[in-house]
């Protein structure tokens, strides 16, 4: 009991909910940073544990490399344009034009750099609400129906 004695104890503090327009501006720079990483190698691909069930019926975690997609595009005159996803929703940044003119391949590194920053800074909120509601009038139609 000497050792216990040594020790400082508090209360726990209360756990701060979390911000849900905080959590999905973080998912869409993560998802960016994977985009550029892409951007840099194409062979980019982030190794991510699961669990695995063995032949023995045993469960154990395996390394498995995450496919990533590509987000950008090449158009008819060999430029490139980048289209921003959340989940299976895109982004429309302006209405009705939902897809980034990035121009030639070298430019891409810069454009998602540039719409990284603007995620961070809180530019793009307003396209990831747009998204979620989208998302939350199309399953409640399916609810109805």
Do not use: C
Not at 7 to 34: G, H, M, Y
Not at 121 to 132: P, V, W
């Amino acid at each position: 009991m000497t050792i216990l004695k040594s020790l400082t104890f508090t209360v726990s503090p209360q756990q701060v909910a979390r911000n849900p327009k905080l959590v999905r501006r973080q998912k869409l720079i993560d998802r960016l940073q994977d985009q550029l990483q892409l951007a840099k190698d194409p062979a980019y691909a982030p190794v991510v544990r699961r669990w695995r069930r063995s032949e023995d019926g045993l469960r154990s975690p395996v390394d498995v490399h995450k496919h990533i997609r590509s987000w950008w595009r090449t158009d008819g005159s060999g430029n490139l344009v980048l289209v921003l996803r959340s989940g299976l929703k895109t982004l429309e940044l302006e209405k009705g034009k939902p897809a980034v003119a990035v121009g030639p391949h070298e430019k891409l590194q810069s454009v998602l750099e540039t719409l990284i920053a603007a995620a961070k800074a809180g530019e793009l909120d307003a396209a990831l609400e747009t998204a979620k509601a989208q998302g939350e009038s199309a399953a409640s139609k399916q609810k109805a129906a």
